[in-house]
T-cell receptor, first 115, second 117 residues
Framework: GNSVTQMEGPVTLSEEAFLTINCTYTATGYPSLFWYVQYPGEGLQLLLKATKADDKGSNKGFEATYRKETTSFHLEKGSVQVSDSAVYFCALSGTGYQAGTALIFGKGTTLSVSS | DAGVIQSPRHEVTEMGQEVTLRCKPISGHDYLFWYRQTMMRGLELLIYFNNNVPIDDSGMPEDRFSAKMPNASFSTLKIQPSEPRDSAVYFC???????????????FGEGSRLTVL
């Protein structure tokens, strides 16, 4: 079945630093890819998504490009802020016989940004 | 508009007791999901419903767990009897369309934090 692997955390950065959180996936067919964010004490919320190869999802200064050749969907932000401190989850949709099923989430990467 | 509403937000109970978690999805959403989040295992899908019908419960840990959706606006997740290893944050999420078909965004509630002593 489809699966997703994201880098272990925690990631600790100073304000205005560049952020990369790696995510790779294994899938048959062509899944959609997502990044969800969980702020302290809250549920997850969609940050961005890409539905086909070479698509770039972007939101709130974050970007991720769907790379089929490397099966990756790395999350990047050029200049992080303290308010970006959260847990970030990479996720993908089912394909083939798993199409129409629930999303598959990675384990999450905790980001902590200090001023 | 109200989002996904879960109750209780926090529950502390003793081993062996019954626990019932409740969820009200966003009105009009056809899909409802129950997830469990722990430090060790991350976010795990327990069960999900489509139009009130359970579609996949393969993630339910064991017979002590059960979930129901008697109508489109209410679902429960019950643990009986509870054990300390059930301690986790339980999230309910709803979606207008199947996220697996690339058309649906999941909307999460704020979670129910369960502690079993």
């Amino acid at each position: 079945g489809n699966s997703v692997t994201q880098m272990e955390g925690p990631v600790t950065l100073s304000e205005e630093a560049f952020l990369t959180i790696n995510c790779t996936y294994t899938a048959t067919g062509y899944p959609s890819l997502f990044w969800y964010v969980q702020y302290p004490g809250e549920g997850l919320q969609l940050l961005l998504k890409a539905t086909k190869a070479d698509d770039k999802g972007s939101n709130k200064g974050f970007e991720a490009t769907y790379r089929k050749e490397t099966t990756s969907f790395h999350l990047e932000k050029g200049s992080v802020q303290v308010s970006d401190s959260a847990v970030y989850f990479c996720a993908l949709s089912g394909t083939g016989y798993q199409a129409g099923t629930a999303l598959i989430f990675g384990k999450g990467t905790t980001l902590s940004v200090s001023s | 508009d109200a989002g996904v509403i879960q109750s209780p937000r926090h529950e502390v109970t003793e081993m062996g007791q019954e626990v019932t978690l409740r969820c009200k999805p966003i009105s009009g959403h056809d899909y409802l999901f129950w997830y469990r989040q722990t430090m060790m295992r991350g976010l795990e899908l327990l069960i999900y419903f489509n139009n009130n019908v359970p579609i996949d419960d393969s993630g339910m840990p064991e017979d002590r767990f059960s979930a129901k959706m008697p109508n489109a606006s209410f679902s429960t997740l019950k643990i009986q009897p509870s054990e300390p290893r059930d301690s986790a944050v339980y999230f309910c999420a709803s979606s207008l369309a199947s996220p697996g078909l690339n058309t649906g965004e999941l909307f999460f509630g704020e979670g129910s934090r369960l502690t079993v002593l």
